[in-house]
């Protein structure tokens, strides 16, 4: 397979997958405003979204019975698997080539996307690498006497900041470092 052949199957595919995806959201998003679209919005009351929309597995399952959020949903998840799909295209176009090299970078890609995309964000208790949520950060207070000129602004509009001073900028800057070094050292070790 000829880099020509791959690019212009790549650009198929990923042509194809926003497409696709960009109709299936419009025709929920119509299907959607059809059914509700003249009713009076309801803030008072939040209602979290079904676990059918949550979940990728119970999405598909769902299609069976669809309606129109799950309809958009469907779509949104045809966008988001459409690079996943090309990174996958390119894996078996490299392989055919026997370009050993661009297969590990790609199954180590792809591995990574999928991981991602499996792992819930924020599930379980994962340290984290640079300590920032330690880190105290500016606060803002309000008054309602403008410092300038002593006159009086609205409440609740800042006019002055507080700040635990240099320190925190030095503990910015000493994370930054230790992350960066981090980085470094893991793709050395690659």
Do not use: N
């Amino acid at each position: 397979m000829t880099d020509d052949r791959l690019e212009q199957m790549v650009g198929m595919l990923l042509r194809t997958g926003v497409l696709l995806s960009a109709v299936v959201v419009l025709a929920g998003g119509v299907w959607w405003l059809a059914e509700v679209g003249r009713a009076a919005p309801a803030y008072r009351q939040f209602r979290g979204e079904p676990a059918e929309l949550r979940d990728a597995r119970l999405l598909v399952t769902s299609l069976a019975h669809p309606r129109a959020e799950a309809l958009i949903q469907l779509g949104l998840l045809l966008l988001i698997a459409t690079p996943v799909a090309r990174v996958a295209l390119a894996l078996v176009a490299f392989a055919l080539e026997r370009d050993h090299t661009y297969v590990v970078i790609t199954v180590v890609v792809l591995a990574t996307l999928l991981s991602s995309l499996a792992t819930p964000f924020g599930a379980g208790p994962a340290p984290h690498a640079t300590g920032l949520r330690r880190t105290p950060m500016p606060s803002t207070s309000t008054s309602t006497t403008s410092p300038a000129a002593s006159l009086r602004v609205a409440p609740g509009v800042p006019v002055k900041m507080r700040s635990p001073g240099i320190s925190v900028t030095q503990r910015l800057i000493q994370l930054t470092i230790v992350a960066q070094s981090k980085m470094k050292s893991a793709v050395r070790s690659f």
